[in-house]
């Protein structure tokens, strides 16, 4: 069973930083491509960076220079530096995973920014 789990959330100030982990179930080479999305209060889930199969790494405009996605094979992980946190960024922070046809999720990390 593939399954993927979010850690790292929580309270940060503005301009701060904060790294989220997500641990992948059995093995990361279980998905061809993995990624983080976000849903803030009362908005739609949206895309955030993604990191494939051959390490390229994609983001959206908004967090692009900000935040960086990584993973590591060896810990079957991958992860989300945030740096220079805006309110904005407040959200529930989910990871993603292509698995055949299928997208699995994780259960999500909340992030807010305030001080």
């Known amino acids: 069973q593939v399954r993927l789990v979010e850690s790292g959330g929580g309270l940060v100030q503005p301009a701060g930083s904060l790294t989220l982990s997500c641990a992948a179930s059995?093995?990361?080479?279980?998905?061809?491509?993995m990624g983080w999305y976000r849903q803030a209060p009362g908005k739609e889930r949206e895309w955030v960076a993604k990191?494939?199969?051959?390490?390229?790494?994609e983001y959206a405009d908004s967090v692009k220079g900000r935040f960086t996605i990584s993973r590591d094979i060896r810990k079957n992980a991958m992860y989300l530096r945030m740096n220079s946190l805006l309110s904005e960024d407040t959200a529930v922070y989910y990871c993603?995973?292509?698995?055949?046809?299928?997208?699995?999720w994780g259960q999500g990390t909340r992030v807010t920014v305030s001080s």
């Open positions: 059995p093995s990361i080479f279980s998905f061809k491509s």
């Open positions: 990191i494939i199969a051959n390490g390229a790494t």
């Open positions: 993603a995973g292509g698995f055949g046809s299928q997208v699995v």
